[in-house]
Nanobody, 120 residues
Framework: QVQLVESGGGLVQAGDSLRLSCVASERALKTVGMGWFRQAPGKERAFVASMSRSGGVTYAESVKGRFTASRDSAKNTMYLEMNSLKPEDTAVYYC??????????????WGQGTQVSVSS
């Protein structure tokens, strides 16, 4: 089975940092790729970053230079380090598996999300 569990969200001020974690099942790690997406109120789910099975990472233009996706294979965990947070980053953040794409609709497996709120 494929299982994903996100954690690490919270309420922070603009300019602060936050690290999200996604603990993945062994089968999740065997899929083509994994990704981070976010969904703000009233908006469609948007791409943040994706990681290939081999570890290569692609970022959305809106987060390049601020966010870093990484993995710790020994802990079966993928991370999203978020720096210089802006109010525009406020959203529910999801980790996903089963694709290596900008399109959230191509991913087959999803965590339940973790809320990130950035105040001005």
């Amino acid at each position: 089975q494929v299982q994903l569990v996100e954690s690490g969200g919270g309420l922070v001020q603009a300019g602060d940092s936050l690290r999200l974690s996604c603990v993945a099942s062994e089968r999740a790690l065997k899929t083509v790729g994994m990704g981070w997406f976010r969904q703000a109120p009233g908006k469609e789910r948007a791409f943040v970053a994706s990681m290939s099975r081999s570890g290569g990472v692609t970022y959305a233009e809106s987060v390049k230079g601020r966010f870093t996706a990484s993995r710790d294979s020994a802990k079966n965990t993928m991370y999203l380090e978020m720096n210089s947070l802006k109010p525009e980053d406020t959203a529910v953040y999801y980790c996903a598996a089963g694709s290596y794409s900008y399109n959230w609709k191509s991913y087959s497996y999803w965590g339940q999300g973790t809320q990130v709120s950035v105040s001005s």
